[in-house]
C-alpha cells in the first residue's frame, strides 16, 4: 500500500512549514498534499511557495498533488482554487464542486474527501469528468468503502491517521473564541499549531477548533485495521499532518504496511476508529 501525507490542515508560519517539508523529503511517503485546504485569510505560502516545495519534493521522488480549498465563499476563494487548477505541473485534489467543474473533462485528478463521494453513481460520474483517485470522506465504514470498489474500481484512498477534519462553517470558531470578527481575526489561530482543544463541561476532550473547521480530539488511527483496509480495496492510506511526530507516524506506518504490525503510536489511549466500523467515530473497536 502507498502511504500518503494529506495537506497542512493548520496555520503555521512560513518557516514552519518549510521546515516540516523538509524533514518529508526525507521521509517514507509516497504521496505528498500541498495547499492551503482550510482559509483563504492564511496566507503564510502562496502558490509560487508550494509550487517551490512540490518542485524540491518532486524531486524527491514524491508524487505531489495540490490541494484545493474545501469552502468557497466568494470570487475570491475562486480565484485561489482556479490557481490552483490550471496550475500547469501538478495534480490537483478537488476538495469541493467549484474544483470538480474546472477540471471536468481532464483526466487524473483527485477527488478529496470533502466531496462526500458515499455510492459508486456519485463514484461513477466523478470518474466521467476525469478523477482517478477517490479519498473516502472520513465517515467512510469498511462496507460503504468495500461496495463503492466493487462497483467502481480505482486507485481508492482512506484517512487512516490524525485528527478528523469534520466540518467547515462560514464562522470562524477560533475568532470567535477571542471576540473577534472573522474579517478582523488577527490570525489567533496561529498560535495554536494543533487547533484548539474542546472540552465538555465535564473537563472531557470533545473536538478541536481549527478556525472555520471542526476537528475530532481523539487521533484517528486504522493502523489495526489493514486487513479490513485492504480487503475493501483501499491502495492509499493517509495520513493528517500534526505539528510534532509527523515523521516517526509515516515511518509507523510503512513498518505496518510492510507487515511489522500496530505502530507504537497507536497504542495510547487519545485514538479511534469507530467510523471504519460503523460506531461513533470517537469509539475504538478492537
Same mark, same amino acid.
Given at each position: 500500500?502507498?502511504?500518503?501525507?494529506? +495537506?497542512?490542515?493548520?496555520?503555521?508560519?512560513?518557516?514552519?512549514?518549510?521546515?516540516?517539508?523538509?524533514?518529508?523529503?526525507?521521509?517514507?511517503?509516497?504521496?505528498?498534499?500541498?495547499?492551503?485546504?482550510?482559509?483563504?485569510?492564511?496566507?503564510?505560502?502562496?502558490?509560487?511557495?508550494? =509550487?517551490?516545495?512540490?518542485?524540491? /519534493?518532486?524531486?524527491?521522488?514524491?508524487?505531489?498533488?495540490?490541494?484545493?480549498?474545501?469552502?468557497?465563499?466568494?470570487?475570491?476563494?475562486?480565484?485561489?482554487?482556479?490557481?490552483?487548477?490550471?496550475?500547469?505541473?501538478?495534480?490537483?485534489?478537488?476538495?469541493?464542486?467549484?474544483?470538480?467543474?474546472?477540471?471536468?473533462?481532464?483526466?487524473?485528478?483527485?477527488?478529496? +474527501?470533502? =466531496?462526500? %463521494?458515499?455510492?459508486?453513481?456519485?463514484?461513477? !460520474? %466523478?470518474?466521467?469528468?476525469?478523477?482517478?483517485?477517490?479519498?473516502? +470522506?472520513?465517515?467512510?465504514?469498511?462496507? %460503504?468503502?468495500?461496495?463503492?470498489?466493487?462497483?467502481?474500481?480505482?486507485?481508492?484512498?482512506? !484517512?487512516?491517521?490524525?485528527?478528523?477534519? /469534520?466540518?467547515?462553517?462560514?464562522?470562524? !470558531?477560533?475568532?470567535?473564541? !477571542?471576540? /473577534?470578527?472573522?474579517?478582523?481575526?488577527?490570525?489567533?489561530?496561529?498560535?495554536?499549531?494543533?487547533?484548539?482543544?474542546?472540552?465538555?463541561?465535564?473537563?472531557?476532550?470533545? /473536538?478541536? %477548533?481549527?478556525?472555520?473547521?471542526?476537528?475530532?480530539?481523539?487521533?484517528?488511527?486504522?493502523?489495526?485495521?489493514?486487513?479490513?483496509?485492504?480487503?475493501?480495496?483501499?491502495?492509499? =492510506?493517509?495520513?493528517?499532518?500534526?505539528?510534532?511526530?509527523?515523521?516517526?507516524?509515516?515511518?509507523?506506518?510503512?513498518?505496518?504496511?510492510?507487515?511489522?504490525?500496530?505502530?507504537?503510536?497507536?497504542?495510547?489511549?487519545?485514538?479511534?476508529?469507530?467510523?471504519?466500523?460503523?460506531?461513533?467515530?470517537?469509539?475504538?473497536?478492537?
Amino acid at each position: 500500500m502507498k502511504i500518503a501525507l494529506g +495537506p497542512v490542515l493548520y496555520y503555521w508560519s512560513r518557516t514552519a512549514i518549510m521546515e516540516f517539508y523538509a524533514g518529508i523529503a526525507e521521509s517514507p511517503a509516497d504521496i505528498v498534499y500541498l495547499g492551503e485546504v482550510v482559509c483563504s485569510r492564511r496566507q503564510e505560502m502562496q502558490l509560487e511557495d508550494w =509550487l517551490e516545495l512540490a518542485d524540491a /519534493l518532486a524531486a524527491r521522488g514524491k508524487e505531489v498533488v495540490l490541494s484545493t480549498q474545501a469552502l468557497t465563499e466568494g470570487a475570491g476563494d475562486m480565484k485561489l482554487v482556479r490557481n490552483v487548477v490550471h496550475n500547469g505541473r501538478f495534480r490537483v485534489e478537488a476538495n469541493d464542486m467549484g474544483a470538480v467543474s474546472l477540471l471536468a473533462g481532464t483526466e487524473g485528478w483527485v477527488a478529496g +474527501p470533502h =466531496l462526500n %463521494i458515499y455510492n459508486p453513481q456519485s463514484l461513477a !460520474f %466523478i470518474m466521467e469528468l476525469g478523477a482517478t483517485r477517490w479519498v473516502a +470522506p472520513v465517515e467512510a465504514t469498511r462496507e %460503504i468503502a468495500r461496495s463503492v470498489l466493487k462497483a467502481q474500481p480505482l486507485e481508492a484512498e482512506v !484517512f487512516a491517521h490524525g485528527r478528523l477534519p /469534520l466540518a467547515f462553517s462560514a464562522r470562524c !470558531f477560533t475568532a470567535r473564541r !477571542f471576540n /473577534l470578527q472573522k474579517e478582523g481575526c488577527e490570525f489567533r489561530c496561529i498560535g495554536f499549531p494543533d487547533g484548539m482543544p474542546l472540552k465538555t463541561r465535564e473537563g472531557e476532550s470533545f /473536538l478541536t %477548533i481549527n478556525g472555520v473547521q471542526t476537528q475530532s480530539a481523539r487521533v484517528y488511527n486504522l493502523m489495526q485495521d489493514l486487513a479490513s483496509l485492504q480487503e475493501a480495496g483501499v491502495t492509499v =492510506l493517509r495520513a493528517s499532518p500534526q505539528s510534532q511526530g509527523t515523521g516517526d507516524v509515516l515511518h509507523a506506518m510503512r513498518a505496518a504496511c510492510d507487515g511489522a504490525g500496530m505502530p507504537a503510536a497507536s497504542k495510547d489511549d487519545n485514538w479511534c476508529n469507530g467510523f471504519w466500523h460503523a460506531r461513533p467515530g470517537l469509539e475504538r473497536a478492537a
